[in-house]
């Protein structure tokens, strides 16, 4: 026989009840646990580099590198204030470097990327090896690798796109950091080396490719945009994307880093882009031009440097009315890819 009639009172006092015993009721919160579709806490958001960069800057005045360890405004998603998230699986931060500072070297579990925005001084030595920052480089700090920062007395401010997997990682529980006992890690190989060695669509003949993570740390931007420039030429335009590049690890050909897949995209001038919509949750940070994004029921104008979130499952367009733009992006493919959980939607 059904209980079913009981009291709304009788119900609460049950909840009551169980809620002793550190149990809940499934039936009052299986649509929130098990939505019929995703339901992104996270909301489409643009970060405007024209209204940031002052405050970038400012922050040099605010704190010192190694104080900070890193000096970074966090890119928090209005959906998800004060967690330090830009979508709900990914962290985003601007980070500044002024001459003669070092951000001391560490490492973590969470890994990392950088996409440079201005200044062309600094560098960053990833597992012993120094990396020139130049605008437009996409460079890898994989999980685990030793990692410092550092700008010459001579040289000028350097801002850079971070993105990180912690979000993620916090779910996870699975992150650990550690502390170099110097400021700055040895330099074990000469500048250029991972480059010269697997940079050209070749790897040394008796390499054996190690886990998932690219040895290659450092995707300089013209290269990348010479494949865009020329694909261009050829008219290889698709019409939701545009000219769409996905980096890839040159030992493997799967993505750099396990949790994170790494985009570099052209929309051409004139560019009016169809509308898809996939499970990844992806940050876009414009490297060139300006144009509008369409993402859910949002409308975005974009300029250089801006960066803006797409969450997971919300329809996304592209124009490029008045020139060409380019775009590099970051997403969560790599896990919806392992777990099977990609799919995409084009109208
Ligand atoms: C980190 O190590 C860096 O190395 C940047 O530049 C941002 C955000 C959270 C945790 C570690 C960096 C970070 C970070």
Redesign the pocket.
Known sequence: MSTASQSPAARQAYYGQIAQHNLSPLWESLSRLIPRTPEPKVVPAIWRYAQLRDLIMKSGNIVGAVEAV?R?LVLENPGMPGQATVTSSL?A?L?LILPGEI?PS?R?K?L?LRFILEGKSAYTAVDGERLPMSPGDYIL?PSWTW?D?GNPQDGEPVVWL?G?D?PLMLHLDAGFLEDYPEMEQPIRYAQGYSFARYGYNMVPVRDVPKGVTSPLLKYPYDRSREALDRLYRMNDIDAWDGVKLRYVNPATGGYPMGTIAPFLQLLPKGFKGKTYRTTESTVFCVAEGRGKVHIGKESFAFNPHDVFAAPSWQSISFESPNEDSVLFSFSNRPVLDATELWCEERK
Request: proline content about 0%; hydrophobic content about 30%.
């Open positions: 890193r970074v962290y931060g980070q951000a560490h973590h969470q990392a700090t990692h920062h971070d990180l912690a």
